[in-house]
């Protein structure tokens, strides 16, 4: 793929601060990252804002918002409001989608929570339109159901967008998270103009911490090429954004990562 | 759920041998077992066959044949023959099915592995139906598709059964491998008669070997009366076995864990 659409996941290279980042963009010439709320929170949004826009990258995506299920009313009202604020950074920051991890069951049943994240996104739709930022809704790998997210399918992140059933509503697909399933070509193209990021990262089975242990593009089972181009045939020509989390890579040479993963990226056909 | 409907799969108590695990059922009034290769090859065919039902016990199933993808067309074979022997074995032990593990890709694309397996099953078909046993195919867990199995859903199993088209192809529903699916309950009204075994065991995200690292029922977070409830309602009225995979358990006392397990069971709504 083209640099021209190559997007750095600001956890790929999780140690540095958003401004070293950024500079590790701009000297590669990669066009545009993906920011996360922790980093923002170091410098502060406007100074993140001006640091991203000095540099003339793009913001393919915010990271993230989410974790609806609760047993408690009030620490759901909680969440949803922390979700609207990361939509007023998104915005900011001219990003098109606030990613969300949806969270987990908290105890609940599985169908109880499900309904929640249902409800705190619909709660969010009018106020992320009118924001001009589409609220993704990121399937995770099954493997995190007890921890992460209850949504654990693209066919599930599809049946809620439907379900919701508004523009700003959208979801985002990490092969890392989806490419088990034997539908997920049919689930791309079913998402349609409904998928608002792509994220890319490969799979050797998780050893040690199942969130960071995610292996170098081209160095695991993940058949990228044939998921890229079913997001090409599904519309899509918005940015790839690299989201490599490991924690090996993060104890390494991050810049020597960091150009492995560009030329890996540019080998995918 | 009542004991007469319990089945105990004999990895739960894997370091113990046949005659041990038998014994331990006929003690507990437990009616029936799963029975695995590597325990019946260690006292024979003839053998496995009396002791069963010396004890009087039915058997629930046999584990496993499968493992159908390889480059090589020699070694799918191979593994096509060992999975026929594995039908031979099931009959005698007069178990209603075999369990097919799929198998990964080695190395292919998944699309070409995933036909590889319906080939395989497909060959086999008639061959069990004259054995008067079934086919059953197991999906994994997605955590496993690099090591165990491409068949990774109970939606992609069931379109497996329906391609086929034989009633002696069939699925085996482990609830530790397809609870966190959004439509599980949907899938298996799906199976409906094609349901040929249901396992349960608990989940905790596994934090060592991801084939066994499970849960005592009860301890984790799948809702088992729910997708017991599910079964049934899909037409299910066999065994329910308890396969819980552990090293932990393996090395601890596994007539306290099996009482536990029985005692748990019964629990289930």
């Not at 804002?49 to 909680?78: M, N, Q, T, Y």
């Amino acid at each position: 793929m083209e640099r021209a659409r190559l997007s750095l996941n600001q956890y790929t290279v999780k140690p540095w601060p958003l401004a070293h980042a950024v500079d590790a963009c701009a000297r590669r010439g990669i066009p545009s990252i993906s920011v996360w709320r922790d980093k923002i929170a170091e410098v502060g949004l406007a100074r993140a804002v001006s640091i991203v826009r000095d540099a003339g990258l793009r913001v393919s995506s915010v990271c993230r918002g989410g974790f609806f299920p609760s047993p408690s009313a009030h620490e759901r009202a909680k969440r949803i409001d922390h979700t609207r604020r990361a939509v007023d950074e998104a915005a900011a920051l001219g990003a098109p989608v606030l990613v969300l991890v949806c969270g987990p069951a908290e105890g609940q049943r599985l169908a109880d929570a499900r309904a929640q994240v249902i409800d705190g996104i619909a709660s969010l739709a009018q106020y992320a339109a009118s924001a001009n930022v589409r609220l993704g809704i990121e399937p995770l790998h099954p493997m995190m159901i007890a921890e992460r997210s209850v949504v654990a399918s693209l066919r599930e992140a599809n049946d809620m967008v439907e379900r919701i059933g508004s523009p700003a509503v959208a979801v985002v697909a990490d092969a890392y998270h989806i490419f088990w399933d034997a539908h997920v070509e049919e689930e791309l193209a079913r998402a349609g103009d409904a998928i608002a990021g792509v994220h890319l990262s490969d799979w050797t089975t998780p050893r040690g911490d199942v969130t960071a242990d995610r292996a170098m593009i081209g160095d695991g089972c993940i058949e990228l090429s044939a998921i890229v181009a079913a997001a090409e045939a599904a519309g899509w020509r918005g940015d790839y954004e690299i989201e490599i989390l490991s924690e090996t890579a993060w104890r390494g040479d991050l810049d020597a990562w960091l150009d492995l993963a560009v030329a890996r990226y540019e080998a995918i056909a």
